[in-house]
């Protein structure tokens, strides 16, 4: 019954033993090669290369590099229980003419009465521009199509499944790349990284990140999911770069080039949601701000504020925000002394005069605590900076918590 259901469906079918062996074909290929059982697989799919050197399969010049061999060696050694290829390329000399032979199928392992044999279902089957056998497969077509990268691991990490837009980027057919693990393909330093977190979504069940390839900024999504009581891993990289770019211009002050309120809420709620780093949090006011502008002009009030937000930058902090018209917003690593690089900050302005009139700055700092609200943490900087400006303005309050 099953025969008669086999030779009637529309895919081809060849089931292989162990030796390479055709035990079954079905009508789909019998009618494309006009070939019978208990040929050798090239033989039956009529490599070009066992016709023209007089060989059997497995015995020719070219097996050693053959795609189709290859991974039908893998089912059969036990590497993987199934794979899927596609578009696996290999000549034929058909009615005496050598075609391009175009194949996407899936191999599987089969142990039937303590034998192994593999099966084979052709997919696809394209002689040079005509298609003969297609069996559209939507899910696959459909990723293939998407300009994110997804692909596939077993429980051991290995790649099952990659779609297009993944091997183009790196480089590496498909074909190629299944049964494969990261270490194979890339440096050991990236490969240690991804294999770190892949086992972290085995664990765990989930990963969502940002990282930095050569310059390119990517989310990476990772999650574990369940099929034929296996482990898989599935991912999604998406490039944000231009996303990221676009969003960083959105949360860059224009007259000072230091982050602006909303980069600031970014930032903070991160190293929030990370607490993987000590940070003390300064708020920096500019003294009577209000009162150049009312009496040199607005002009003279940007300069002043360019100039604080470049003096607080060469003291090497990244993490500068203008968060209110004479207000800035300051992250420090608790392994620097922050009150010792405030007081520089201060010290430097006062020093200094712009267009002949002197400026000041008031600072509060604090150290963060993460067992708090972000807004109860930002009160009691902003209460270190009223101390300051209770002393007379011009000084550096740090209030240790």
Same mark, same amino acid.
């Given at each position: 019954?099953?025969?008669?259901?086999?030779?009637?469906?529309?895919?081809?079918?060849?089931?292989?033993?162990?030796?390479?062996?055709?035990?079954?074909?079905?009508?789909?290929?019998?009618?494309?090669?006009?070939?019978?059982?208990?040929?050798?697989?090239?033989?039956?799919?009529?490599?070009?290369?066992?016709?023209?050197?007089?060989?059997?399969?497995?015995?020719?010049?070219?097996?050693?590099?053959?795609?189709?061999?290859?991974?039908? @060696?893998?089912?059969?050694?036990?590497?993987?229980?199934?794979?899927?290829?596609?578009?696996?390329?290999?000549?034929?000399?058909?009615?005496?003419?050598?075609?391009?032979?175009?194949?996407?199928?899936?191999?599987?392992?089969?142990?039937?009465?303590?034998?192994?044999?593999?099966?084979?279902?052709?997919?696809? =089957?394209?002689?040079?521009?005509?298609?003969?056998?297609?069996?559209?497969?939507?899910?696959?077509?459909?990723?293939?199509?998407?300009?994110?990268?997804?692909?596939?691991?077993?429980?051991?990490? @290995?790649?099952?499944?990659?779609?297009?837009?993944?091997?183009?980027?790196?480089?590496?057919?498909?074909?190629?790349?299944?049964?494969?693990?990261?270490?194979?393909?890339?440096?050991?330093?990236?490969s240690k990284e991804w294999e770190k977190t892949d086992r972290y979504v085995l664990?765990?069940?989930?990963?969502?990140?940002?990282?930095?390839?050569?310059?390119?900024?990517?989310?990476?999504?990772?999650?574990?999911?369940?099929?034929?009581?296996?482990?898989?891993?599935?991912?999604?990289?998406?490039?944000?770069?231009?996303?990221?770019?676009?969003?960083?211009?959105?949360?860059?002050?224009?007259?000072?080039?230091?982050?602006?309120?909303?980069?600031?809420?970014?930032?903070?709620?991160?190293?929030?949601?990370?607490?993987?780093?000590?940070?003390?949090?300064?708020?920096?006011?500019?003294?009577?701000?209000?009162?150049?502008?009312?009496?040199?002009?607005?002009?003279?009030?940007?300069?002043?504020?360019?100039?604080?937000?470049?003096?607080?930058?060469?003291?090497?902090?990244?993490? =500068?925000?203008?968060?209110?018209?004479?207000?800035?917003?300051?992250?420090?690593?608790?392994?620097?002394?922050?009150?010792?690089?405030?007081?520089?900050?201060?010290?430097?302005?006062?020093?200094?005069?712009?267009?002949?009139?002197?400026?000041?700055?008031?600072?509060? =700092?604090?150290?963060?605590?993460?067992?708090?609200?972000?807004?109860?943490?930002?009160?009691?900087?902003?209460?270190?900076?009223?101390?300051?400006?209770?002393?007379?303005?011009?000084?550096?309050?740090k209030v240790k918590r």
């Open positions: 019954m099953y025969k008669n259901f086999l030779d009637n469906h529309r895919n081809g079918i060849l089931i292989l033993d162990k030796d390479f062996r055709v035990h079954y074909s079905n009508k789909a290929l019998r009618k494309i090669f006009k070939k019978d059982s208990q040929e050798r697989c090239g033989e039956f799919l009529e490599c070009f290369y066992q016709s023209t050197e007089k060989k059997r399969c497995l015995e020719t010049s070219r097996c050693n590099g053959c795609d189709i061999r290859r991974n039908i @060696r893998k089912i059969l050694d036990g590497e993987l229980e199934q794979i899927y290829i596609e578009n696996v390329m290999y000549e034929a000399l058909l009615l005496k003419e050598k075609k391009e032979v175009y194949l996407s199928m899936e191999i599987k392992r089969l142990i039937e009465a303590n034998n192994i044999f593999v099966t084979i279902e052709f997919l696809k =089957v394209k002689v040079n521009e005509e298609m003969v056998i297609s069996d559209k497969r939507v899910m696959h077509d459909m990723l293939d199509n998407m300009g994110d990268f997804i692909f596939y691991k077993d429980s051991e990490l @290995r790649y099952v499944y990659a779609n297009k837009s993944f091997c183009d980027f790196i480089g590496i057919k498909k074909i190629n790349l299944i049964g494969k693990k990261d270490s194979d393909f890339f440096p050991e330093h990236m664990e765990k069940g989930s990963y969502i990140e940002e990282e930095k390839i050569n310059d390119r900024y990517y989310k990476v999504s990772k999650e574990k999911i369940r099929i034929d009581k296996e482990d898989i891993l599935a991912c999604v990289v998406k490039d944000i770069t231009d996303e990221k770019n676009e969003m960083k211009k959105a949360y860059v002050d224009k007259l000072t080039g230091v982050g602006n309120r909303y980069g600031y809420d970014e930032e903070i709620r991160k190293l929030f949601q990370k607490k993987d780093k000590d940070y003390d949090l300064a708020l920096l006011d500019l003294d009577y701000l209000r009162d150049l502008n009312n009496n040199y002009g607005h002009s003279l009030g940007d300069k002043v504020l360019r100039y604080v937000a470049k003096t607080i930058k060469k003291e090497g902090i990244s993490k =500068v925000y203008r968060i209110g018209g004479d207000e800035f917003a300051i992250l420090i690593e608790d392994d620097k002394d922050s009150l010792e690089i405030c007081k520089k900050i201060n010290d430097k302005i006062k020093e200094s005069l712009i267009d002949n009139k002197k400026i000041s700055t008031s600072i509060g =700092v604090v150290n963060l605590k993460y067992n708090e609200s972000i807004l109860a943490n930002f009160n009691y900087a902003d209460t270190a900076l009223y101390e300051s400006k209770k002393k007379g303005r011009g000084t550096v309050t």
